[in-house]
């Protein structure tokens, strides 16, 4: 059975520096790889979306990166902000869309 | 553009209650329909999983049940609560072809 493991489970950083998240997968044989924000009694808004034949996605002050043959993934976030503080939730889709979420990341960026 | 609702935000109810949450998506048809629920401090739980009007699959054995009336609606049911059913729930809709998963805002559901 799949399992994701995201570390750490918690950061904190000053405002304005740059940051990675780690997603570890167990079973490579993945459709795609998403990663999510979750603020606070929230739901999760889809960020970035990796297909298995890609091994980076950019969306402004985000890049997400995949190394399907090693089961990681990382989200880069660079000059961090206030806003940017949230939970952010990896999640691998194995098929059939099932997706198979890590147990996220609390980040604060500490203004 | 497509959005998804989902109703009620928060919900309190007595252990032995009935339970229906309700989700719609607007602005696309077809869509495969999801449940999940975050318990505290845990990851997402897949719990029901649709592709079409009347056809659900579940992953985890529970209390609850799911049913898709119509093509742009799932609901999450059960006839009665537990103290375990305690959670968040979220439904999400995504594309039929391993596209980007959209959520809703969630349910805070207490039983007591």
């Known amino acids: 059975k799949q399992e994701v493991t995201q570390i750490p489970a918690a950061l904190s950083v000053p405002e304005g520096e740059n940051l990675v998240l780690n997603c570890s997968f167990t079973?490579?044989?993945?459709?795609?790889l998403q990663w999510f924000r979750q603020d606070p009694g929230k739901g999760l808004t889809s960020l970035l979306l990796?297909?298995?034949?890609?091994r980076e996605q950019t969306s402004g002050r985000l890049n997400a990166s995949l190394d399907k043959s090693s089961g990681r993934s990382t989200l880069y976030i660079a000059a961090s902000q206030p806003g940017d503080s949230a939970t952010y939730l990896c999640?691998?889709?194995?098929?059939?869309?099932?997706?198979?979420f890590g147990t996220g990341t609390r980040l604060t960026v500490i203004p | 553009s497509q959005t998804i609702h989902q109703w009620p935000a928060t919900l309190v109810q007595p252990v032995g209650s009935p339970l229906s949450l309700e989700c719609t998506v607007e602005?696309?048809?077809?869509?495969?329909l999801y449940w999940y629920r975050q318990a505290a401090g845990r990851g997402l739980q897949l719990l029901f999983y649709?592709?079409?009007?009347?056809?659900i699959s579940s992953e985890v054995p529970q209390n609850l049940s799911a049913s898709r009336p119509q093509d742009r609606q799932f609901i999450l049911s059960s006839k009665k609560l537990l103290l375990s059913d305690s959670g968040f729930y979220l439904c999400?809709?995504?594309?039929?072809?391993?596209?980007?998963?959209?959520f809703g805002s969630g349910t805070q559901l207490s039983v007591l």
């Open positions: 999400a809709w995504s594309g039929k072809m391993n596209e980007k998963l959209f």
């Open positions: 079973d490579s044989a993945i459709y795609n």
């Open positions: 990796i297909q298995s034949s890609q």
């Open positions: 999640a691998v889709v194995t098929g059939a869309n099932n997706l198979f």
């Open positions: 602005g696309t048809s077809n869509p495969n």
């Open positions: 649709s592709v079409g009007i009347g056809q």
